[in-house]
Every structure is written in structure tokens, then in C-alpha cells.
């Protein structure tokens, strides 16, 4: 096999020293490098075999670069409710399209408890520096078994060596997870046995993620926690305290969103859920309003010219290197310059440089690239989209990194980078592990799987 010698990109010297090693010494033993990933029923059943034939690298001067700045935005979110609506988690809520109902929810959850911070970033990296696209900020999170696919690359000869030779790790991101749930919800953890833990979702989505769900639960004994999954209607509430199958639980893993409280059947069965959270009878991890800040409409009004003078220096300086232009889909907002401009013209000038996101999906859905869309189709999409939830953004284009094409060769490749970021601790910055999903076409719209991305681990250090 010929091999195809690429420069070195800004980013990715590791990922290229890694590839070029497997070039000169390929494995001995001809075993694939993604071999006991496959092999892994649970790793199956969350990536259906799309595995990367080897690792993202990041090296340790940028890890903590954007992780600083994911915590710089993260307390700038979170200040939002003060620093723009007057305090009222009611108004933001309001502003980034969230209904009666899911404000009021997401308001009394907001009483209950603490909030840490916990979520995933998806970023991309523009050979200058990392972009934030998207900030979820929630304890549904995918990927929570990331760190299997970790574990199953080193089982690759060249990497472990690699990984050895160059001082390299990765963090277990479920392992934080549970860290961050034992923090937020001390007062519902026991101390003389571990935590029963509910991964909970609604009943219409567990028909669905449960076997998923099923898995995390399992897992949290890894942890130290007693998982059960199920959906809320299978909670019952003896003492005011939720029950599921015989077991009284302490902490509520939530992974349903606000999207999915939109039918009166989930409402109610939420509603017992709240007040035994709001009695401290149970924790609920994470708590609604986490969803508030992790809204994309919460980075449009960061990147919003209007509110430049809320932020300090050091705020600012964050925002304009780590956000592309974000704005709410109005009939007059700023363009990249700071000049006030009619949306829709705007929008059908710059089509190819734009992409159109609804600030109440996740996973993808609902989004239009202006690349990819023909003009009429856009025109449509975005003038539709006037004045409700959605936001229109600046497109950032992904830098090539290198990596093995599982023959003996590189190919580029544009990659999703989802970095974990939870709290503070005596001895780590929160960052939390991370996976990579990647793209072969330059100008794909959205890097997901559900565009044919595949997926990789990420090692991290280096330096």
C-alpha cells in the first residue's frame, strides 16, 4: 500500500505522528486497530460498528486552553438571567422559545437543590482555534461509555505504545458524570450504602432508548451507585417518595427534555416527580433548568452586539474566540460587523456561509445548511423562521486532520469534537473525557451520526 504523506496541520501534530508511525511499523500481528471495539456487545449496540480506525489526539496546552473558556461561558450562561432579564429565569426561558408549561417546570426545578455544571460541548476546530457550535448543557448525554472505546483501542498494539511512549490519557467520562451527580445531590446520597439511581426518560422515548438507558444503569455499579432504568410511569409514590419495582430511589438521572414535556400525559406524570424533588425527597440530576442554559438560544444572545456592554473584557474575549456569529432569526439584527442589517437579505447574500437551527432540537434535527440548500428552499426555511425559535449561524468550516484509513494510509478527515465539562475539583479542571465524530466530506453540514459520521475516542496530553 502506498501511503500518502500529509503536511502537518496547526492542530493535529500528534494525530499525524500517530498515523505516520503506523505507516512505517504497522501492527505485527494484523489485528485491526478497531477489533475489540467490535467486539464489545455494549459498544455495538451505542456506535453500530462505525468506529474510527484510530483515536483524536488533544494536546494538553489546548485541552485546558478550551476548557477554561468552556468554563468562562459556561458562568457567563448561567449569569444570563441576571445580567439581561432582571433576574427571571421565567423571562429567558421566554426568550429562547421554551412554552407556559415547560417555563413553569423548568422554574420550579430551579428552586430545588444546586446546579453544577455538567455537559458536552460540540465543537469544531478551524486549524485557528476551537469553535463552540453547540453547548449541552444536561444529564442526557450521550456517549457516556466513551472511555470503553478508549479502553478497546489500547488493546491495538502501535496505539498503546504510542499512547505509552508520548505520556497520553483520557478521563472516564461516566466516571465524572457520577462524581458531578454525587456533588449536586449530596443531600439525597446516603452515606452508608450506595445510591439507588434512576435513569429515567418519558414512556415514549423508553420505548425507544431503553435498552441504551439500560446499559447506563448497569454501568453506574462501576461507580459505585445501584442503577434501575425505566420511564416515569412506572414510578409510584409511597411516603411521597418515588418508587420503582420495590426500591425507594435516591437520585433521578433525568434524560427527558424540555421538548419532550410537551403532551399533558408526560406533564403528569412529571408533576410527582417535581414536588418530591422540591420536598428533598428525591435528587434530580440534572436539574430542568440546566436545559435553559444549554439552549442554543442562550449563545445567541452571548454573541448578540446588545449585550456587549454586560460583559467585561476577559467575557468578551472568550466570546469572540470561542463563538462564531449567532443571532436569533429577527427582521433586523447585526451582521458579523456590527452593522444593523435586514435578516432575510442578509441571509439570502451570505446562504453558503449560514446554517439554520431550531433552538429547541437536539441530535441534529431540524437544522438547514445553507451549502446544501437550494436558494428558494432557503428563502423559505429562513423567512418561515422569522421571529419563532430558531437562530441563524455562522458556518465554520472544519480543519482537515489525518487519519489512518485502516490500509496503510491517511486520509482527511473534519471532525465533531464533543469535549465533557463538569465541575471543579481539588485536582482536576472538570474536563470529562471526549469523542470525536467524523466526517470524509469537507462540507458536510452537520458532522452527527446521523449523517454517516463515524465515531472515535480522544487521548489527550502530550506535552
Known amino acids: 500500500m502506498t501511503t500518502t504523506s500529509l503536511p502537518t496541520p496547526p492542530r493535529s501534530r500528534l494525530g499525524h505522528a500517530y498515523a505516520e508511525q503506523l505507516a512505517r511499523h504497522p501492527s505485527a500481528d494484523g489485528r485491526h486497530p478497531t477489533a475489540a471495539a467490535r467486539e464489545s456487545a455494549t459498544l455495538t449496540l451505542a456506535y453500530q460498528d462505525r468506529f474510527l480506525d484510530g483515536p483524536a489526539f488533544l494536546g494538553e496546552t489546548e485541552r485546558r486552553t478550551v476548557v477554561e473558556d ?5 458562568g457567563l450562561l448561567r449569569s444570563l438571567p441576571e445580567r439581561v432579564y432582571g433576574g427571571s429565569t421565567t423571562a429567558l426561558a421566554a426568550a429562547v422559545g421554551l412554552d407556559p408549561v415547560q417555563s413553569a417546570l423548568i422554574t420550579r426545578s430551579a428552586r430545588t437543590g444546586t446546579l453544577l455544571p455538567l455537559g458536552r460541548a460540540d465543537l469544531y476546530h478551524d486549524g485557528a482555534g476551537f469553535k463552540l457550535l453547540e453547548f449541552n448543557l444536561t444529564s442526557a448525554l450521550g456517549g457516556f461509555e466513551i472511555a470503553d472505546v478508549n479502553r478497546a483501542m489500547l488493546a491495538y498494539p502501535p496505539l498503546a505504545e504510542f499512547v505509552g511512549r508520548h505520556g497520553l490519557g483520557y478521563q472516564d467520562t461516566l466516571g465524572h458524570m457520577v462524581r458531578t451527580l454525587r456533588a449536586e ?9 450506595p445510591p439507588v439511581v434512576a435513569v429515567v426518560d418519558t414512556v415514549d422515548n423508553f420505548a425507544v432508548v431503553g435498552p441504551r438507558l439500560r446499559v447506563l444503569a448497569d454501568k453506574l455499579a462501576e461507580h459505585g451507585a445501584e442503577g434501575i432504568a425505566c420511564d416515569l410511569g412506572e414510578f409510584s409514590y409511597p411516603n411521597g ?51 435553559l442554559y444549554g439552549n442554543k438560544g442562550t449563545l445567541a444572545i452571548l454573541s448578540d452586539e446588545q449585550h456587549r456592554e454586560l460583559f467585561d473584557a476577559a467575557e468578551l474575549a472568550c466570546v469572540d474566540r470561542l463563538l462564531p456569529w449567532t443571532r436569533y432569526v429577527r427582521p433586523r439584527v447585526t451582521d458579523p460587523g456590527g452593522t444593523r442589517v435586514d435578516m432575510l437579505a442578509h441571509a439570502l447574500a451570505h446562504r453558503h456561509e449560514l446554517i439554520l437551527k431550531p433552538t429547541l432540537l437536539h441530535g441534529g434535527h431540524g437544522i438547514t445548511a445553507g451549502w446544501e440548500a437550494d436558494p428558494g428552499e432557503w428563502e423559505r426555511k429562513v423567512a418561515s423562521a422569522m421571529d419563532g425559535p430558531y437562530v441563524l449561524q455562522r458556518r465554520v468550516r472544519p480543519a482537515a486532520e489525518p487519519f489512518p484509513d485502516g490500509a496503510g494510509g491517511l486520509r482527511d478527515l473534519f471532525l465533531n469534537w464533543g469535549l465533557y465539562l463538569g465541575a471543579r475539583g481539588a485536582d482536576d479542571d472538570g474536563y470529562g473525557g471526549g469523542f470525536v465524530r467524523a466526517s470524509a466530506d469537507p462540507a458536510v453540514g452537520v458532522v452527527s451520526m446521523g449523517s454517516g459520521a463515524k465515531v472515535g475516542c480522544v487521548f489527550h496530553g502530550g506535552e
Do not use: I, K, M, W
Request: proline share 8%.
Open 70 to 74: 468552556l468554563h468562562t461561558v459556561y
Open 185 to 193: 445531590c449530596a443531600a439525597n446520597v446516603p452515606a452508608d450504602r
Open 241 to 291: 417518595r418515588p418508587t420503582v419495582a420495590g426500591r425507594t430511589v435516591d437520585v433521578v438521572l433525568r434524560y427527558f427534555l424540555p421538548e419532550d414535556l410537551t403532551d399533558p400525559v408526560s406533564v403528569a406524570q412529571l408533576e410527582p416527580l417535581l414536588a418530591a424533588a422540591e420536598q428533598g425527597a428525591v435528587g434530580l440530576f440534572s436539574r430542568l433548568d440546566a436545559e
